[in-house]
């Protein structure tokens, strides 16, 4: 990447959260605002929930365009925002803030990112039925944006708690505010989660099940539950492929992980800020 040329006008963006040191959205971020000959720059900084209020504010006074939030500040985010997109509004929590006249608005690019992904990976699921693994963040993430982007079924599977309590409270808002019919299980009732994934275009794993170190963990107990037909989809990309995904693959599923998922919801910040298109194929190709 070549030198970022600050000017007195260059428009802050940035990211929220702790630790952000790891992140590959500096990268991409200024990369695409290279690209295309904005004065933007995107910095990372490093604010837990106990500082978030006064980091915001401080954000605000500054004039910041807007802003990524990761864990563990997206819950707070969404308590701290003026107003909030719909999918933010429903998942209670806030990944991205655009400054809109000293207003900052939440919005949650998660889910878009997840249903772009499913695009570039070759598929069509509208119309169509998802079998969802989790109710934490990123699954009601998805759960929201597949609901509201017109996937007619989803049967999401989680165990009993806390999570469980909250995703029917979701669930719920979902069936009133969209035409999706959406159903919550338990996930150790196997013949209920037989029966989804026999009827499924998609089975999606909104788990970190499977992600590394712990890669032999999996969100489905073998290869029974799966048929060839269903397209299996893995939110984990460390590594790039999981046990769930060479499972699939061995009876003839086609499959994908997470990895452009993340690309495509930090390009629908990039569009909410910028009002531009990201490079989207420039960016994957130089860092994906």
Request: net charge negative; aromatic share 8%; hydrophobic share 40%.
């Amino acid at each position: 990447m070549e030198n970022i040329n600050i000017t007195g006008s260059t428009k802050l963006t940035g990211l929220l959260g702790s630790p952000v040191a790891h992140s590959k959205s500096p990268a991409m971020h200024n990369e695409a605002f290279r690209l295309l000959g904005l004065d933007y720059v995107y910095l990372c900084f490093d604010v837990d929930e106990n500082n978030m209020e006064s980091a915001v504010e401080g954000l605000r006074t500054l004039g910041v365009s807007g802003f990524n939030c990761t864990m563990p500040d997206k819950i707070k985010m969404w308590e701290l925002c003026d107003d909030l997109s719909l999918a933010a509004k429903l998942i209670g929590a806030v990944n991205t803030v655009v400054n809109q006249d000293g207003k900052f608005i939440g919005h949650n690019t998660d889910g878009i990112g997840y249903m772009q992904s499913v695009k570039d990976a070759g598929f069509d699921i509208i119309g169509g039925k998802m079998t969802l693994m989790g109710a934490g963040g990123a699954a009601s993430s998805i759960l929201v944006q597949a609901a509201i982007d017109g996937v007619k079924e989803i049967d999401v599977y989680n165990r009993p708690g806390t999570n469980f309590d909250k995703a029917q409270i979701l669930i719920d808002k979902l069936n009133k505010v969209t035409s999706a019919k959406v159903s919550l299980y338990d996930l150790n009732d196997e013949t209920s989660l037989k029966k989804s994934l026999d009827s499924s275009t998609i089975l999606t794993n909104g788990t970190s099940l499977g992600m590394a170190p712990n890669t032999y963990s999996c969100v489905i107990k073998d290869s029974s539950f799966l048929h060839p037909e269903l397209i299996v989809s893995d939110i984990v990309y460390n590594p790039l492929e999981t046990k769930l995904m060479k499972m699939s693959k061995e009876i003839g599923c086609p499959v994908f992980n997470g990895l452009y998922m993340l690309l495509y919801q930090g390009a629908e910040a990039f569009k909410l800020w910028t009002g531009k298109e990201m490079p989207v194929n420039e960016i994957k190709s130089k860092f994906f």
